[in-house]
Each structure stands twice: as C-alpha cells, then as structure tokens.
C-alpha cells in the first residue's frame, strides 16, 4: 500500500531534550516536506526536500533541522524543543515538488512541556 | 515570500446549498493552487487542484475558479451534504525555482442537515 508513515504519533516531552520524529514514503517520491499545524494558523511549512541531500527551509525553520540521507526517510530533530514547538506536525511527499498532489502522513502531536 | 488569505474561516450552509471560499495570493509566480480537506483527527487529502493554464475545473460537485490577473481562487462545493463538513483549506505555490506551497488559515465548512 503506497503511504507516508510517521513516528511517533504522540510525543510528550520536556524542554531541550532532544528528539527526532521520522517519516518514511514508499512511493519513491522525490519530494517531501514537513509541516506544522496550530489551531487558527493552518498550515506551515517547516522545511522541504526536493531529492536526497537537496533541503530548503520553509516558511517557520527556525528550531527545527531535517535530513535526507535516503529518498524515503526525511527525518525532522528537535535539537532543544521549547513550548512553543507544541503542535500537530504533517510530513507530506510528492513525485515532486509543486504542481504535483502532496500526500500527507497521519500527523505527529507533540507537547513540549 | 507568498502570502494566502483565505475567507471566511467559518461557513455553515444548510444540506443542498452552496458553499463558496475564496483565498488571495500575493506572488504572481504561483502557478499551482490545490485545494486540501480535513476531516476532524485526520491528514489532509487532496480534492481538487488547479494550474495557472486553466481558469476553471469541475469534478462532481466541486468546482475551483482561478483569476490570475485579481490573484484570487475559489471552491464552490454544490448540493452540500454532511459529509462535506470539514476543515478546508486553499494553497498556493510553484512557478519558477518556487518549490514552497503556502496554506490558507482554513475554513470551517458545517453543513447542517
């Protein structure tokens, strides 16, 4: 079954401990992306992929890092999560990048406590 | 960088009506403009998208207009059902060595039976 699939799904976690949620795609798609999702705000981009070893911030990079070492995986680290970095977060894939249909994962709710 | 608005961000119709949503964009380079649903606790799929080229399209009972010149689109959901109850939301993005897709806020879509 083609899909995204992200882990964890849940996270609690304390202020600066380090954290790392994965994403994974077996559709081959070169392009991924990762975003956040706070009520009243929609959703934002946080950094995209658009093949191994080629990354690009988003719209709100700041305090996030990503890597894609491998076309499946695009991971998002959380070097010293803070509060304000509670949120639900989207991991998405597509063949490539815009125009093409972006396919989202479940979602990752994290609360940084 | 691309700037979305989109309106309203609550909308409830009764079962039959239509429902209209409109975004704005700002960079005139944007050449895709999907629109995204998001039943509530899941990810957000793909209903219906539009490329700069086409100034309308239809798929059953959705259909997305697009002036490039104003810089604004719009859904048009026909024949509502409760079904259609959902966060909706418009993006935009692509056009040149833009490989962003930037979100509206979204759009509470009740459809009262």
């Known amino acids: 079954e083609a899909q995204v699939t992200q882990n964890p799904r849940y996270l609690i976690t304390v202020t600066g401990k380090k954290l790392t949620v994965t994403c994974s795609q077996n559709?081959?798609?070169?392009?991924m992306s990762w975003y956040r999702q706070d009520p009243g705000l929609g959703l934002r981009q946080i950094y995209y992929?658009?093949?191994?070893?080629?990354?690009d911030k988003g719209d709100v990079p700041e305090g996030y890092k990503v890597s894609r070492k491998e076309k499946r995986n695009f991971p998002l680290i959380l070097e010293s999560p803070s509060p304000n970095q509670t949120s639900l977060y989207f991991c998405a894939s597509s063949l490539q990048g815009p125009p093409y249909e972006q396919y989202f994962g479940p979602g990752t709710r994290l609360t940084v406590t | 960088g691309e700037n979305v608005e989109q309106h309203p961000s609550t909308l409830s119709v009764q079962e039959g009506d239509s429902a209209v949503i409109k975004c704005t964009y700002s960079?005139?380079?944007?050449?895709?403009f999907p629109w995204y649903k998001q039943e509530l606790g899941k990810r957000p799929q793909l209903i219906i998208d539009?490329?700069?080229?086409?100034g309308e399209k239809k798929d059953q009972r959705i259909a997305v207009t697009l002036n490039k010149t104003a810089k604004h689109f719009s859904l048009h959901i026909t024949e509502t059902q409760p079904e259609d109850s959902a966060v909706y939301f418009c993006?935009?993005?692509?056009?040149?060595?833009?490989?962003?897709?930037?979100f509206g806020k979204g759009t509470l879509l009740t459809v009262n039976p």
């Open positions: 993006a935009a993005g692509g056009g040149g060595s833009n490989y962003k897709l930037t």
């Open positions: 539009i490329r700069s080229n086409v």
């Open positions: 960079d005139s380079a944007s050449n895709y």
């Open positions: 992929s658009m093949n191994v070893e080629v990354t």
């Open positions: 559709m081959n798609h070169e392009y």
